[in-house]
């Protein structure tokens, strides 16, 4: 039992040791820049409807040199930012379920590197009138099948008692 603990206790002593050692060797050298891949902008802006955000609209970006697209959604309360990789010329398009599509075309530069594209969605409206058919409606399938085998039972009992008497 003794001998596991003076085990234990070198293992901890020989661990602090090495860590202690790697620090100090880390402290002496110096940082090496990491290479980042900069970013040209950021397009950002609020998607709303009269008063309303509108959360979970989707937002393409496409630059107007590529077929690339940056695609990114609304938060709750309808901002959206996305980072784009160099400075041109970029499409904007919002969509969102019973709206109507929206576009916009924004340019990064090194004058404008932050643009606000700010949306605001109409609503689609629905057909202006349907015309109604003049003729009778009649009876969705669930009562009809419900009557028919109304129907059947009655008959059933009816040629059940006649067979009784």
């Given at each position: 039992m003794i001998a596991t603990?003076?085990?234990?206790?070198?293992?901890?002593?020989?661990?602090?040791?090495?860590?202690?050692?790697?620090?100090?060797?880390?402290?002496?050298?110096?940082?090496?820049?990491?290479?980042?891949?900069?970013?040209?902008?950021?397009?950002?802006?609020?998607?709303?409807?009269?008063?309303?955000?509108?959360?979970?609209?989707?937002?393409?970006i496409s630059p107007a040199s590529s077929s690339q697209k940056i695609s990114v959604w609304t938060d709750v309360v309808g901002s959206y930012s996305a980072t784009v990789p160099s400075n041109g010329s970029y499409t904007v398009q919002v969509q969102m379920v019973a709206f109507a599509n929206s576009t916009r075309q924004v340019v990064i530069d090194a004058s404008h590197q932050n643009v606000a594209a700010h949306f605001e969605l109409t609503l689609l409206s629905l057909p202006a009138k349907r015309v109604l058919s003049p003729e009778v409606p009649t009876a969705p399938p669930a009562l009809s099948v419900a009557f028919k085998l109304f129907l059947h039972c009655r008959t059933w009992l009816l040629k059940t008692q006649a067979a009784i008497r």
């Open positions: 603990g003076k085990l234990v206790f070198r293992f901890l002593l020989l661990s602090s040791a090495l860590l202690a050692f790697d620090r100090a060797h880390a402290q002496s050298q110096p940082a090496q820049p990491q290479p980042s891949e900069s970013a040209a902008g950021t397009i950002h802006g609020i998607v709303t409807s009269g008063n309303m955000p509108i959360p979970g609209a989707a937002v393409s």
